[in-house]
């Protein structure tokens, strides 16, 4: 089979695209023949050798990916041989494989595909779309709500526009760039705001007085400045640092904002009852219905793995990237 490989960390021309011997799923395994292969911001870390998180960098050689989607090709001992041709979707977790023709996943891992769902999309929401709910979940958005999205543009920041707008809140929806943020308009933000221009903050003041929610997976400068929007009793959700730092947060700041602020991710997220897997049954099933769909913005093709990489890594990406074997 066609697979990414990976001999060394570093930039993402380190990725290689090699034949390499088909996987044997073992016991309690199944082989997917991979439709599509999720790429997430984490793979950049891991790949660079610089990962945060709760992923432990993988010996190499190795080839990346964490979220696939196909069709069961091959069961091991102990997995019942009507998984056979199934349409499944899994997360591998801490293990890597995903970036292949065909990947290997414990059958414990794996939720079927509902009808009528694209793998793009159900490989989407088994990683993003897992978040996503989870967030949500802490957020609790109202139609109370004044809510401002940072990275709007983005897979999960696609997805808070849809929950927002289905909750009645006021959205209002942060990207950089003329062209995302004609993206985010047209997802149906109340509001679309360039957060590349000096004074956006003002902007955003100037078209809904103050924010009840801010949603951040930015950080930042730009988190900083989200989060000045609040006033006193609003809620800052924090799910990740794009820019490279986590927004500065005190507790003086808890106290003269009169703000309250969580991490929606970590911990809170991996030790809830029912656990990761729940999340992905809810994203799944939240997309089949269409109520959560996630957006996928860039398909490539698995040889390409090092560019899907690269235009992560310099934010130009819209919705979720897939690869396609």
Same mark, same amino acid.
Request: glycine content about 14%.
């Given at each position: 089979?066609?697979?990414?490989?990976?001999?060394?960390?570093?930039?993402?021309?380190?990725?290689?695209?090699?034949?390499?011997?088909?996987?044997?799923?073992?016991?309690?395994?199944?082989?997917?023949?991979?439709?599509?292969?999720?790429?997430?911001?984490?793979?950049?870390?891991?790949?660079?050798?610089?990962?945060?998180?709760?992923?432990?960098?993988?010996?190499?050689?190795?080839?990346?990916?964490?979220?696939?989607?196909?069709?069961?090709?091959?069961?091991?001992?102990?997995? %019942?041989? !009507?998984? @056979?041709?199934?349409?499944? *979707?899994?997360?591998?977790? #801490? $293990?890597? +494989? &995903?970036?292949? =023709?065909?990947?290997?996943?414990?059958?414990?891992?794996?939720?079927?595909?509902?009808?009528?769902?694209?793998?793009?999309?159900?490989?989407?929401?088994?990683?993003?779309?897992?978040?996503?709910?989870?967030?949500? %979940?802490? !957020?609790? @958005?109202?139609?109370?709500? *004044?809510?401002?999205?940072? #990275? $709007?543009? +983005? &897979?999960?920041? =696609?997805?808070?526009?849809?929950?927002?707008?289905?909750?009645?809140?006021?959205?209002?929806?942060?990207?950089?760039?003329?062209?995302?943020?004609?993206?985010?308009?047209?997802?149906?933000?109340?509001?679309?705001? %360039?957060?590349?221009?000096?004074?956006?903050?003002?902007?955003?003041?100037?078209?809904?007085?103050?924010?009840?929610?801010?949603?951040?997976?930015?950080?930042?400068?730009?988190?900083?400045?989200?989060?000045?929007?609040?006033?006193?009793?609003?809620?800052?959700?924090?799910?990740?640092?794009?820019?490279?730092?986590?927004?500065?947060?005190?507790?003086?700041?808890?106290?003269?904002?009169?703000?309250?602020?969580?991490?929606?991710?970590?911990?809170?997220?991996?030790?809830?009852?029912?656990?990761?897997?729940?999340?992905?049954?809810?994203?799944?099933?939240?997309?089949?219905?269409?109520?959560?769909?996630?957006?996928?913005?860039?398909?490539?093709?698995?040889?390409?793995?090092?560019?899907?990489?690269?235009?992560?890594?310099?934010?130009?990406?819209?919705?979720?990237?897939?690869?396609?074997?």
């Amino acid at each position: 089979m066609r697979a990414i490989r990976q001999y060394e960390f570093g930039a993402a021309e380190k990725l290689r695209y090699e034949e390499v011997p088909d996987p044997v799923p073992g016991h309690d395994q199944v082989r997917i023949a991979v439709g599509a292969a999720g790429v997430h911001l984490i793979d950049t870390s891991i790949r660079s050798g610089a990962v945060a998180g709760p992923f432990p960098l993988p010996d190499l050689p190795m080839t990346p990916g964490r979220e696939v989607a196909g069709v069961v090709d091959a069961v091991g001992r102990g997995v %019942d041989g !009507a998984w @056979v041709g199934r349409r499944v *979707v899994a997360h591998l977790g #801490a $293990a890597n +494989g &995903g970036y292949a =023709a065909v990947a290997v996943a414990a059958v414990a891992s794996l939720h079927e595909i509902p009808a009528g769902l694209d793998l793009d999309v159900a490989v989407a929401a088994i990683g993003t779309g897992r978040t996503a709910v989870g967030v949500l %979940d802490l !957020a609790a @958005v109202t139609a109370k709500d *004044v809510m401002v999205v940072t #990275a $709007a543009a +983005g &897979g999960l920041g =696609a997805l808070f526009v849809q929950a927002g707008r289905q909750a009645g809140a006021v959205v209002v929806g942060l990207a950089g760039g003329a062209d995302k943020v004609a993206v985010v308009r047209a997802a149906g933000a109340d509001h679309a705001v %360039d957060y590349l221009a000096p004074d956006w903050p003002a902007r955003v003041r100037e078209a809904v007085g103050a924010a009840t929610l801010v949603l951040d997976g930015v950080g930042g400068t730009a988190g900083r400045a989200a989060l000045e929007l609040l006033d006193p009793g609003g809620r800052y959700v924090l799910h990740g640092y794009a820019s490279g730092a986590p927004t500065a947060l005190t507790t003086r700041d808890l106290y003269t904002l009169g703000i309250t602020a969580s991490a929606a991710i970590g911990p809170r997220m991996l030790q809830r009852p029912g656990g990761l897997r729940e999340l992905e049954t809810r994203a799944i099933a939240e997309a089949a219905a269409g109520h959560l769909v996630p957006v996928v913005g860039h398909r490539f093709p698995l040889a390409e793995a090092a560019a899907a990489h690269a235009v992560l890594e310099a934010r130009a990406t819209v919705g979720k990237v897939v690869l396609v074997p």
